[in-house]
DNA sequence: GATACCGGTATCCTTTGGGATAGTAATATC
DNA sequence: GATATTACTATCCCAAAGGATACCGGTATC
């Protein structure tokens, strides 16, 4: 992972429509921050509120240490997420939103939404089929 | 690509909290359906109404035709996207979505919004920085 | 006859994403 | 003294994602 937070402005694709490219280029951008399994369910699980390391792991199911820590310091470096130690014994290490992640919430919100009725959909469909 | 459209359910996780495990596993739902570099693209240029192959690939910038080819494939088991064949010389191959994937368009809306203000926020960080 | 367009395939390759497993130091608990 | 917990890191590995390039048949155009 190297420092770069954004990749390079997209290569202008002539677009008849105006709008087009606009909207395809705003997508494409925030798929390129928030790309892969882990970072929105991520996200979505530290809107409840700061987190310890286990305690995220544990709300995501089955992620590996390897991964959450890479995924973590990913948001850390888009400044999505802060993290903090505090000196008790043993060492307690927390995970939270900084102010501007909190402007995915209406993503994150229709996303879930989303993908609750989406599974309501495929188990319905495979009764009908039955 | 085999025919399996949805994961099995997640394995439930303990979770203290009881919304908590549905949200998560929302966005893991949703997530695991429109995951990938261009699916989101790829379903919000057709939001501007049915396109053919090229001019798909021409919205898009950079897709090359094997990996859209792919992805089109995909969204056609999903249940996302329709492809129709016209007989004329040359053939026509129009893609267009279905009612379903209208569904969609909240979440789309505000994930353009959200990438375009993000690129926004990048370039002004970099311009205060210099 | 050469070139271009359309809707793709085929082949090859590199990168990445992500999982499995093990291990670490420091402390607390039984 | 053995075991558990926390917050990781290290190593190894595999499959999938995605890109580069070339090519195909059919047609139309120059």
Redesign the pocket.
């Known amino acids: 992972m190297e420092a770069a937070i954004v990749k390079e402005p997209e290569t202008d694709h002539p677009c008849s429509e105006n709008a087009c490219a606009a909207g395809v280029s705003g997508i494409r951008d925030a798929v390129y921050v928030l790309?892969?399994?882990?970072k929105l369910p991520l996200i979505f699980t530290l809107t409840e509120g700061p987190k310890?390391?286990?305690?995220i792991q544990r709300s995501l199911g089955?992620?590996?240490?390897?991964?959450l820590?890479?995924?973590?310091?990913e948001l850390e470096l888009n400044e999505f997420v802060v993290?903090t130690?505090y000196s008790t014994?043993?060492?307690?290490?927390?995970?939270e939103l900084t102010p501007y992640s909190k402007s995915l919430k209406q993503v994150l919100h229709e996303l879930r939404d989303w993908g609750i009725n989406h599974r309501q959909r495929i188990v319905n469909s495979r009764k009908t089929k039955q």
Chains 1, 2 share one sequence.
Do not use: A, C, H, Q
Request: glycine share 4%; hydrophobic share 30%; net charge positive.
């Open positions: 790309n892969g399994k882990w310890r390391f286990k305690d089955d992620i590996t240490p390897k991964i820590s890479k995924e973590l310091k993290r130690v014994t043993p060492v307690t290490v927390i995970y």
